[in-house]
């Protein structure tokens, strides 16, 4: 049973869920009063799958196993993907490797950028990290390594070992 009416002024606990009558309702957090800035009224949670490509669109397209996963709250996506064992067979090696089929993209002037940890990637030893970013209105991510720690460039399929390369991350993005 979902909590449908609360009535009454300081209202010390609740015993089940409220549910709103009609979408787009939330709860003001931190305020006695109703105010836009600390109006709480979108969560969501899922999980999304992502096509690994050696072009932004089109191109070829590998195979990964991957469990990814994100939570969104108010304009804030936080997402985290796990994928494991990325084949490269007939993708390009010069080429990018990009990460399409995500659930959000950045909004207008914002970017999404994050870490990860990797198994089984070519990385040399003057790249001193490998990242994941994406562009404002961009559907589509792309893994950049830092080299000589002077700036980020766009990492090659070549890097990833084919079939068992493995990359894990977390990245944030504004919506």
Do not use: C
């Not at 999980?47 to 990814?68: C, E, K, L, P, W």
């Not at 991510?141 to 830092?146: E, I, R, V």
């Amino acid at each position: 049973m979902a909590l449908t009416k609360v009535i009454g002024l300081g209202l010390g606990n609740l015993d089940d869920n409220i549910t709103f009558s009609t979408a787009s309702k939330g709860v003001h957090i931190g305020v006695t009063s109703a105010t836009a800035a600390n109006l709480l009224d979108d969560f969501e949670e899922g999980t999304f799958d992502v096509t690994i490509r050696d072009a932004a669109s089109g191109g070829n397209t590998g195979s990964v196993t991957q469990t990814n996963k994100y939570v969104k709250i108010g304009s804030f996506v936080w997402m985290q993907f796990n994928l494991i064992n990325i084949t490269t067979t007939g993708m390009t090696g010069g080429n990018v490797l990009y990460l399409t089929g995500l659930p959000f993209t950045p909004a207008t002037g914002s970017y999404g950028s994050g870490s990860v940890i990797v198994n089984q990637v070519n990385i040399d030893n003057n790249v001193y990290d490998l990242n994941v970013f994406q562009n404002a209105g961009q559907s589509y991510a792309a893994f950049l390594q830092n080299v000589d720690n002077s700036g980020s460039t766009s990492a090659p399929v070549s890097l990833f070992d084919n079939g068992t390369a493995d990359v894990f991350g977390t990245y944030m993005i504004q919506v």
